[in-house]
């Protein structure tokens, strides 16, 4: 992901989860239309992930800070990943 890239919006529905290995992420929400971003996830981080198991849509604003590094599993692959380990949803 590019700096100042909006990565995903409040109530989008997440289909990866993304593994950060360089780069930092804003974390914030949306009021009155401007944006106001409140916590910033390190390097190393993993997001989307329980929006991405559970199917829920995101309720926060996610947008990088600088250039992001990393790898991403879309969801199905994940959830081909569960059936054959059981042991990974427990």
Do not use: H, Q
Not at 39 to 62: D, E, H, M, R, W
């Amino acid at each position: 992901y590019r700096d100042g890239e909006l990565l995903y919006n409040e109530l989008d529905e997440i289909i990866e989860i993304t593994f950060s290995m360089k780069g930092t992420v804003y974390v914030g929400y949306e009021i009155n239309k401007t944006k106001k971003m409140k916590v910033i996830l390190p390097p190393g981080v993993i997001f989307g992930a329980f929006n991405c198991c559970f199917f829920k849509k995101t309720i926060f604003v996610y947008k990088c800070r600088n250039l992001i590094t990393g790898v991403a599993m879309r969801r199905k692959n994940w959830i081909a990943l569960e059936e054959e380990f059981p042991e990974l949803s427990l």
